[in-house]
């Protein structure tokens, strides 16, 4: 809250110096959410009414909320204002350490025995490998075969990911090739890119669990996931309608500046 408040006031300080483009990015909304979703959220499995910090997340709120409106009263009236976040927050349901379960399958090998919450880097065995995975949000799956097998572990990898179940029943997921999602791609891009239970469920990269299913987050308390569905308000014409996509904002701000 401290930070919040100090970046407002940074903000409403530069406001008053020239210019045509202001922007002020606050973080804290996202971080409350990763800290303190598991307290206020009732769809998160260890959400416990009644909690000493249930109360944190719409505080913090309130107080962006008055900051904001502060800060926009201070807005010379032909300004056009965009409040817009790049994602949402939701509970996070679970936990899967992907490539234990790439182990269990056959097609991830360790040099030697994992220790608890190691990086699968470290004990990686590439020779007799055919694919690993890293963590985050989505899993991103790297295939080491060329050819035929590529094509086949690929397609095999794909189908059992899409209908893999979590412990406590069916979730929804989908896998990607990047292509299928991107026009152009770039880089080290990962052969496949899954996406487990709407995002609720969380795909980390370390090994060395006694399950591939995880209690909690492997490297720190997290209890909040992304979600697909943002936070946008507008001042101006076609820019204040409902249900626009993120990448509508970029055409409104060409139409503007
Ligand atoms: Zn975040």
New binding site residues.
């Given amino acids: 809250m401290e930070m919040t408040e100090l970046r407002f006031r940074a903000a409403e300080r530069l406001l008053e110096r020239g210019w045509d483009v202001f922007v002020l990015h606050e973080i804290g909304t996202?971080?409350a959410?990763?800290l303190f979703q598991k307290f206020w959220d009732v769809d998160h499995p260890q959400y416990v009414s009644g909690n000493p910090h249930e109360d944190k997340i719409p505080r913090y709120y309130r107080l962006v909320d008055e900051l904001a409106g502060r800060l926009f009263k201070k807005l010379p009236r032909d300004v056009e204002v965009l409040v817009v976040s790049d994602?949402g927050?939701q509970a996070q349901r679970g936990v899967l350490a992907l490539n234990q379960l790439l182990a269990e399958w056959g097609f991830l090998r360790f040099r030697r025995e994992p220790s608890r919450g190691e990086d699968v880097d470290a004990v990686v065995d590439w020779e007799r490998s055919v694919a690993v995975a890293w963590g985050g949000y989505y899993a991103r799956v790297f295939i080491n075969a060329v050819g035929e097998e590529a094509v086949e572990v690929k397609r095999e990898l794909k189908q059992k990911l899409s209908v893999l179940k979590a412990p406590w029943g069916y979730i929804r997921n989908v896998v990607f090739e990047p292509a299928e999602l991107y026009r152009a791609v770039r880089g080290d891009a990962p052969d496949l890119m899954a996406y487990f239970d709407s995002l609720r469920v969380r795909p980390v990269q370390t090994v060395g669990w006694e399950s591939p299913w995880l209690e909690g987050n492997d490297r720190g308390p997290d209890d909040?996931l992304?979600s697909f569905n943002g936070f946008y308000a507008a001042t101006w014409g076609d820019a204040r309608r409902k249900d626009i996509h993120a990448l509508d904002v970029a055409g409104f701000l060409e139409r503007v500046l």
Avoid: K, L, T, V
């Fill in positions: 996202d971080r959410h990763h994602h927050n909040s992304h």
